[in-house]
């Protein structure tokens, strides 16, 4: 398992490079952009784009755990096709990637900080997600040279081992704390959330009530993701499903490293924390039966990913307190 993984994060960080490196000459990027079709589409945007690097990236960590592990390669799936056709009589829409966002506290609302390459593995015979490697290409600017750096995470749970990158920068920076904190104090303190600004109004209402004013709207959902691993935020909660398998195996698996992990919405909502039932960790074996396209890998339900299960029982308690019975059904 140590030699996927580190083979996992040499090639996240050959991805990482390609990604730069598109970015790097603008002109140039807006003729690697083509408008996905049909299945290909997340129905969440009336127009859905993929760029040449995406493909690039996908193929290049495809290639390159092939050579490393021959028969892997037939085993990765992803989110784009590997044909890329650049038709110049299609309407194009530009893709610009801000480097002048500003964070709040910490989270980024857009721009290129919230591109991620996520690469997740998981137990083909029950779904679980194993190791996980999170690429953040676009951290910090050199404002000389404009080029980036980038930073990278990873976490592996398996057969009762729990490691991840942030287990010397959390001792460090806590002793002792992360180990002692009294349930009260942890049960007491404000909850945080990062959400999408597609979000339904019911639901970003409800969360601002339990959370007040620490909810965070941010783009893409590895990002978010990795907000709640490098705790920025307790929650990153969702309740469309317009978020895919390969969206959130990587964070998952680095959660389930730190004692966390990713549930699904709707069926946690149903059952409520006091049910003491196992809580329904997304599992990543399975199509979803009925459907085509890119939905055959959507997470139906909705996702919380989250750090502590205490934090996320006593989150969904108030959260259904402050929901109405419509919203906690569906």
Not at 63 to 91: R, V
Not at 148 to 174: A, D, E, F, P, V
């Amino acid at each position: 398992m140590s030699d996927i993984l580190q083979e996992l994060l040499r090639v996240s960080e050959k991805a990482a490079n390609i990604a730069r490196a598109c970015r790097q000459q603008e002109a140039l990027f807006q003729l690697l952009i083509q408008e996905k079709k049909d299945a290909e589409k997340n129905k969440k945007f009336a127009a859905d784009f993929k760029t040449l690097a995406d493909v690039l990236v996908q193929e290049v960590i495809k290639q390159n755990m092939e050579s490393k592990f021959p028969g892997l390669g037939n085993k990765i799936y992803g989110e784009e096709s590997n044909e890329f056709t650049n038709d110049l009589d299609s309407t194009y829409q530009y893709i610009k990637g801000s480097a002048d966002v500003k964070a709040n506290q910490g989270v980024f609302p857009s721009g290129l900080q919230c591109v991620t390459i996520l690469i997740g593995v998981y137990d083909t015979q029950t779904g679980m997600p194993l190791m996980g490697v999170i690429n953040q290409p676009f951290v910090s600017q050199n404002l000389s040279t404009l080029r980036w750096k980038g930073q990278c995470y990873w976490g592996l749970s398996y057969m009762g081992t729990n490691i991840h990158s942030l287990q010397l920068s959390i001792s460090q920076r806590n002793d002792d704390e992360t180990q002692t904190e009294s349930s009260d104090t942890e049960f007491s303190r404000p909850f945080s959330a990062v959400i999408s600004t597609s979000e339904k109004e019911t639901i970003k209402a409800a969360v601002a009530r339990v959370c007040g004013g620490s909810v965070f709207p941010a783009a893409g959902a590895g990002y978010k993701s990795l907000c709640v691993v490098q705790g920025l935020a307790d929650i990153y909660i969702f309740s469309e499903d317009t978020t895919y398998k390969w969206d959130s195996c990587a964070a998952h698996a680095i959660l389930r490293a730190m004692g966390g992990g990713i549930v699904d919405m709707k069926e946690c909502l149903e059952r409520s924390p006091q049910t003491g039932l196992d809580l329904p960790q997304l599992l990543y074996h399975m199509e979803n039966k009925g459907a085509s396209g890119v939905d055959l890998w959507a997470n139906k339900g909705g996702l919380i990913a989250y750090r502590s299960r205490n934090r996320l029982d006593t989150f969904l308690s108030h959260l259904i307190q402050n929901l109405g019975p419509s919203e906690t059904q569906t």
